[in-house]
DNA sequence: TATGAATGAGTCTTCATTCAT
DNA sequence: AATGAATGAAGACTCATTCAT
């Protein structure tokens, strides 16, 4: 009786689900959760209703999928370029790339960003996404330090403390443009202040 | 049509709206905006559905009474001691006090944190409600540490970073330990990041 | 948020309710549980759809109040007529009474009997509701009959077998007139039989 | 358009059909019609949906040819023991072990005789075909009494009614223990009360 | 002012049946 | 003959808001 959720086979079918789970995610990330219905979602995805029920156990399902295909994208881009060396004295210029990526990212996606914290925020699987994957990237950072020789001690948190600064960052000259702020200094501050953080790697 | 809203003039009408935007404030924090309806709201607050539409335009309406009310002393408690004063060479015990108190300040409503954070993600009201108390508070600080006699150059952009750098520690000590992390070394990581920030004030 | 059935206090609603217990009551009798919905009950009762789930739980809800208040009339007026006597002498006379009573009920509620019997044999409030009021039955007989001194010897099993003996006429005349039966053969048969049942208490 | 419903006659097409008319009969008699769905059925006869239709011209349709198929194996299973002879004096034994039979079989398949018994209230088809094939009842039992020497007299009518008393018998035996009732007692009064609507026979 | 009854549009979801392949 | 993907109407139920009293 319940368990009717079919994993489509055929080519057609599974474009057909893949359609699905673009429209949803994006109209959510546009327009929130509770503000998307599963009729606009199955309209743009040129699809029928009943469909839509086939493919996913429910509305929530769709943006759960949805998140697991795009969230990366969105969120954790650096996930797909876990191979980066750099010479320490490069160190500057590569957290002005990263942060500049970020902020590119950021600003590429910014509504589906702030819908999707939102969600962190508010429900559960989404939050277990978001600190799993961030939990990853931890590593992924740490991995790359460690190929560069940094020492290990503390680096979960030396590492967890730049992302939070470097996240605020971008949150901060892309969203609310603060207007007393100057962001080129803000910029210099942290990214000094990171190098603070790895001070003792960088002598 | 629209200018129905009373206004309440008696007393006990001022109160009768104190107690409806206490309930749905409380409400909406403990289980979210869209998870909460007028009924419960009216029902916890001992008064009949219809009254609430005379006091308030919409739903959304209580929210954001209940938020300009009370979301202070979840955020911003720090806008209601704005006269501190201390000396530079105990600004280690001040950030420790400063964390101590957000981060118990957090706990206590930790789950009213996180729809309200949620909501500034996705609602443009609560937004602009929490970045303006965001810019107030980065102005008590600056006060403050220009009554300190802290330089003021950039220092909107230092305070800015410190309260990140505070809060992203809260955050992370409050929700989700991540298990391979130790807050202390990360207390302490933080604490001589915002110390570098302020070096040319501390020595 | 689940328990917010009300139970209406104005006269005006306490009418309300009546009124949609009447109206899905009578649908579901005449069209069956699955070939009604809410929004003819509703229409049927002049009232909007909201309103029905303000004063019940479910659709199922709206019935099963139906049956609690109707369904006696249908099944077992005799209930409402405990205090029967008679002469011994009479046992006959008494009996095809009671079958033309029966026989009378039937006929004018016949849909509604046959709606409800499906449902008993398929739903286990409704069957609930039926086994105990057959038993209730059951009982006011045996009352009815120790009052005119018959014993008290496997009273209930004759009881219930005579019920049983008196259905099966009712029905089989009203519903299915098997053209080769002749009916007042049948009931006089019937008869018979019951007073051999009785037999130890007729002599 | 209507009349696309195909006959199969192949081998494997006929096994097809059959293994439908299986899988839904079974299911909806344990489930209910209502809660029965055409992919369930089509997925227990390890077909596809799309089959169904092409051997049947709706859902109901495969019920009742289920019905057709397996209902006298539930309801009348001595259509197909026509052939008994007995001694007049051993009708006693002979009704126990009737009551037996009949009573081992509503045992084995009683949630299909109820989800069934509900649809003859309900349904003019399975009303149709059970009131069918129980007068087919009445006639086999009369002959079988013919042939075993019972006068015609009213036979119907008495047959008719024996068929109901057995009935009510079984199914207060097997479904709701009245727990004051003495199941014993009550079979014995059941056959007393047969054999005197018999007597004339039998003396 | 206040009540709480009433509204009805809106939402998710199901399912018998048809269609493209 | 067969598959299983697709359709879309229909249904139960919710809830912000308005109305009669």
Same mark, same amino acid.
């Given at each position: 009786?319940?368990?009717?959720? &079919?994993?489509? *086979? ?8 893949? *359609? ?67 010479? *320490? ?43 799993? &994957? ?60 990171? *190098? ?8």
């Amino acid at each position: 009786m319940t368990e009717n959720i &079919r994993e489509p *086979k055929q080519q057609r079918a599974i474009e057909k689900k893949e *359609k699905i789970i673009k429209a949803g995610f994006e109209l959510i990330c546009q327009n929130g959760y509770y503000n998307t219905n599963t009729a606009e979602i199955a309209k743009k995805a040129s699809v029928s209703t009943g469909i839509v029920y086939q493919y996913f156990k429910d509305k929530y399902a769709i943006f759960i999928e949805g998140l697991e295909k795009y969230g990366d994208n969105i969120f954790f881009p650096i996930l797909k370029n876990k191979n980066i060396t750099f010479n *320490k004295n490069d160190f500057d210029k590569i957290l002005q790339q990263m942060i500049n990526y970020y902020m590119s990212n950021h600003k590429i996606s910014n509504i589906a960003h702030e819908e999707i914290m939102s969600m962190v925020h508010s429900d559960k699987g989404v939050a277990e996404y978001y600190y799993k &994957r961030e939990l990853e990237m931890t590593n992924v950072l740490k991995n790359i330090l460690i190929n560069n020789h940094f020492k290990e001690e503390n680096l979960s948190e030396r590492v967890h403390i730049m992302i939070g600064l470097i996240d605020n960052l971008c949150h901060e000259v892309i969203y609310h443009k603060h207007s007393n702020m100057d962001y080129d200094i803000m910029t210099n501050l942290v990214i000094n202040n990171i *190098k603070n953080l790895f001070k003792s790697d960088l002598t």
